[in-house]
Structure formats: structure tokens, C-alpha cells
């Protein structure tokens, strides 16, 4: 079975910084383009970053250019996402997540997801 | 970058009821589009994807349908279990969007 295990959520100061980590287990995760996904309290889904099989391909969405770095280890089966001088706004509920696109539109998965909270 | 916008952003219905939320895509998406479904504390489950295909072991109540920039996503009698939150996400760019969500609930 596919399996995306997040951790490395806390409760973290304002500017301050966290590493969040994604174990994949159940398929070749080296095959796979991989995203970050967050859920403020209360509020929708946004998409954070995305990562292509190789670690060729980056974007990030506006609100955290320039403050969050995504990664992938493709020999250990992990995605990353380093996140630095962190907001209140970035409080959220963080999912590693596989976002079901050509050639696989239908293969989507979500982990469980990391609780950041950012406050002082 | 492509923005997504639902609506309505809440619905109340009742067991029984068919119900459609339509999804409007900034640019043309083909179809490029995918209907999720949220409960409260769980991550999101995939509903629909490719704008109208449905998902293994998803209830065929649920249909979808559309192309270019407006999507719509139907339940044609709403079950107890399908009161949940409702987004759509476009598939075209790796940089990926959802809509703001609607929240179904019980009349």
C-alpha cells in the first residue's frame, strides 16, 4: 500500500525555522513528482511547492518564495520541506501529497499530515 | 499562474437532494481537473479526476463534468456520508491550485 508519513511538525517562534520530512513507502517514489500541501485552521487547501522526479523542476507558490526550499531524496525515499523565517500565516496543517496529473492523473495520495504552528 | 474559483462556497441540502458546485478555471484547462473531497480532521480524498472520470471505489452519485475554464461536480442524491468539504484542483500546471472550497452541510 502507498504510504506518505509526514513529521517534524511543532510549535516553532516567529522567524524562526523547521524542517519537515515525508517518508513514501508502497511505491517507487523516484517515479513520482511530489507536492507539499498546507491547511491553515479553518481555511482551504493550498498548494505549497512542488518537486519533479529528479529534483530538476521547482516551483513554490508566492506567499513562500524565497523562504521555503523543497527537496527530495530519491535513495531514501524522502521529500523535504525546509521552511525559514516563518509567519504566523504560515500555521497550518502541511500534507505531503502526490497530485494526481498525466500520465497518472488517477495515482493521488496524501499523508496524514504535520502540524507548524507558528507563534510566540 | 491559474486561479480557481468555486461556488457557492457553502450549500445546505438535504438526504436526497441532487446538488452541483461548478468550479471556473482563470485560463483554459482542457481537462485538466480534479474534484476532491474533505472531511474534518482527514486529508483530502481524490473524487474525480481528468474533469469527468471517477475514482476506484467512488460512489457513481458522484459525476463530474466540463472542459476549458468551467467544471462542474454533481451529487445526484446526497447521502448522510457526503456532507464534506468540496475542492477542485487544476492538473494542468505542476503548479498547482485549488479553489476555495464548499462546504456541504445538512439542511
Known amino acids: 500500500d502507498v504510504q506518505l508519513v509526514e513529521s517534524g511538525g511543532r510549535l516553532v517562534q516567529p522567524g524562526g525555522s523547521l524542517r519537515l520530512s515525508c517518508a513514501a513507502s508502497g511505491f517507487t517514489f523516484s517515479s513520482f513528482e511530489m507536492n507539499w500541501v498546507r491547511q491553515a485552521p479553518g481555511r482551504g487547501l493550498e498548494w505549497v511547492s512542488y518537486?519533479?522526479?529528479?529534483?530538476?523542476?521547482?516551483y513554490y507558490a508566492d506567499s513562500v518564495k524565497g523562504r521555503f526550499t523543497i527537496s527530495r531524496d530519491n535513495a531514501k525515499n524522502s521529500l523535504y520541506l525546509q521552511m525559514n523565517s516563518l509567519r504566523a500565516e504560515d500555521t497550518a496543517i502541511y500534507y505531503c501529497?502526490?497530485?494526481?496529473?498525466?500520465?497518472?492523473?488517477?495515482?493521488?495520495?496524501w499523508g496524514q499530515g504535520t502540524l507548524v504552528t507558528v507563534s510566540s | 499562474d491559474i486561479q480557481m474559483t468555486q461556488s457557492p462556497s457553502s450549500l445546505s441540502a438535504s438526504v436526497g437532494d441532487r446538488v452541483t458546485i461548478t468550479c471556473r478555471a482563470s485560463q483554459s484547462i482542457s481537462s485538466y481537473l480534479n474534484w476532491y473531497q474533505q472531511k474534518p480532521g482527514k486529508a483530502p480524498k481524490l473524487l474525480i479526476y481528468a474533469a469527468s472520470s471517477l475514482q476506484s471505489g467512488v460512489p457513481s452519485r458522484f459525476s463530474g463534468s466540463g472542459s476549458g475554464t468551467d467544471f462542474t461536480l454533481t451529487i445526484s442524491s446526497l447521502q448522510p456520508e457526503d456532507f464534506a468539504t468540496y475542492y477542485c484542483?487544476?492538473?494542468?500546471?505542476?503548479?498547482?491550485?485549488f479553489g476555495q472550497g464548499t462546504k456541504l452541510e445538512i439542511k
Open positions: 501529497a502526490i497530485l494526481g496529473r498525466e500520465p497518472r492523473p488517477n495515482f493521488d495520495y
Open positions: 518537486i519533479s522526479t529528479t529534483g530538476g523542476t521547482i
Open positions: 484542483q487544476q492538473s494542468y500546471s505542476a503548479r498547482a491550485a
